[in-house]
């Protein structure tokens, strides 16, 4: 994931199972896991974070 | 290089009207401010936009949110209610999710009685790291809070609760330092 305000790479640092929030999460729900894994990434430049539910592979 | 501040907020978790624990959030807002290198706020949950037809993330507040967002780490000062948190602060803290992952937070409980909140630093532990909080090992307790401050809302014995209060922010500045660190140079696989 680019950082939005510095254009640099972030740095992916937890997935997290959580329950979907939205139809399109809920059709991403990996059974074996029990929800969906959210991804959180903070920028080194700026320090910003940003999250994104992961596709499946 | 400078390094940017860290910025640890303080959430005042009650809402009850005569509330002692705004002495204590006032307290430890003000020991936070005068550590170099940090930046604080005292935010009061009564002020905060609490809508009950709904829970979760579709009652997010935005300015909350980004309070949250901000924070590398929380104080949380929370008086205990029947053993356990107030219900509007857990109402508050679920609105949020990922702005809390890998952050620090410190918990301050505050009880009328002899046991200085234990009960509701326990009860809170569970869900802040459900939250993705990393709590610090160190507490603040404020015992028999009505005998603490005067009627000014002063502390009767300061030097004791500022050497205490120093203690535990030592501990949350750095893990809040170090949880930084890690979250924006230490990916995970």
Same mark, same amino acid.
């Given at each position: 994931m680019? $950082?939005?305000? $510095?254009g640099v790479e972030m740095t992916r640092h937890a997935k997290k199972v959580i329950y979907p929030r939205s139809e399109h999460e809920a059709s991403l729900v990996d059974e074996a896991l029990g929800g969906v894994l959210l991804e959180r990434h903070t920028c080194p430049g700026c320090g910003k974070g940003a999250s994104q539910v992961q596709e499946p592979k | 290089m400078m390094m940017k501040p860290i910025? %640890?907020? /303080? %959430? +005042?978790? *009650? *809402?009850?009207?005569? @509330?002692l624990s705004a002495h204590v959030a006032?307290? /430890?807002t003000n020991e936070l401010s005068k550590r170099p290198g940090v930046l604080t706020e005292l935010i009061d949950i009564a002020e905060m936009p609490l809508p009950i037809d709904g829970a979760g993330d579709e009652i997010k507040d935005p300015v909350f949110s980004q309070k949250m967002e901000n924070a590398d780490g929380i104080v949380i000062v929370a008086p205990e209610y029947n053993h356990s948190f107030p219900g509007l602060l857990k109402h508050l803290l679920d609105t949020c999710l990922e702005e809390y992952i890998h952050k620090a937070s410190g918990i301050v409980g505050v009880a009328s009685g002899p046991f200085g909140g234990t009960r509701v630093v326990q009860s809170l532990l569970p869900a802040l790291r459900e939250m993705g909080l990393m709590n610090i090992f160190t507490d603040l307790n404020f015992s028999s809070v009505g005998k603490v401050f005067d009627e000014e809302g002063k502390l009767k014995d300061e030097e004791a609760w500022a050497r205490r209060t120093a203690n535990f922010l030592d501990e949350l500045i750095w893990m809040s *330092? /170090? +949880?930084?660190?890690? @979250?924006e140079n230490v990916p995970q696989e």
């Open positions: 680019i $950082c939005a305000d $510095c | 910025n %640890i907020p /303080v %959430i +005042l978790g *009650t *809402t009850r009207r005569g @509330r006032r307290f /430890v *330092t /170090v +949880l930084r660190h890690g @979250r």
